[in-house]
């Protein structure tokens, strides 16, 4: 049985490890890679954001064994009419062990995040999908986004 939790900082360090395997996996970042100074400021992202509400960091487990992860950041933008409050949420690494895939693990990270999202509030969610997944979000209950542009300069 697989069973969705939210973790605080006491896990800060099996957490950073799964944001490394992430990065490595999903945004294919080589192994010779050093991602120490990166990895650091993770850390203390989220020893900041987690314990202040801005970020929540949920686990998927089967059993004792961790084979899963996701993430909401929760922040504020200036209130419109389609997000009257202003509170906005973004997913991320929502990640699941490649021998547990196929399972309803990922839509399970979702819907917990989603529903954590809800309960603050949130008016709007968003998240980049990774090449090849943005079927999975549609079927989860996002849409594609028309019109946004990313400044990279």
């Known amino acids: 049985m697989i069973e969705i939790r939210e973790i605080g900082v006491d896990k800060l360090n099996v957490l950073i490890e799964w ?17 120490h100074d990166l990895m650091e400021q993770n850390r203390r992202y989220y020893s900041r954001a987690i314990p202040n509400g801005e970020h ?7 059993d004792a064994e961790i084979v899963g992860s996701g ?8 209130p419109s009419p389609d997000n009257f409050n202003g509170k906005c949420g973004y ?14 693990i990922g839509k399970k990270i979702v819907r917990f995040l989603v529903e954590q999202a ?13 090449e090849g997944s943005s079927a999975f979000y549609i079927e989860n209950g996002f849409s594609p986004m ?8």
């Not at 944001?19 to 991602?35: G, I, M, Q, Y």
């Not at 997913?91 to 309803?104: A, K």
Request: glycine residues 8%; charged residues 20%.
């Open 19 to 35: 944001r490394e395997k992430v990065l490595r996996e999903v945004f294919s970042v080589a192994a010779s890679t050093d991602l």
């Open 56 to 62: 929540i960091a949920c686990f998927a487990y089967s």
């Open 71 to 78: 993430g909401l950041c929760i922040y504020n933008e200036m």
């Open 91 to 104: 997913l991320m690494n929502i990640f699941v062990s490649p021998s547990y895939r196929g399972q309803g």
């Open 118 to 130: 809800k309960s603050q509030s949130v008016g709007k969610i968003f998240l980049e999908a990774a």
């Open 146 to 153: 028309q019109g946004y542009l990313k400044y990279d300069e």
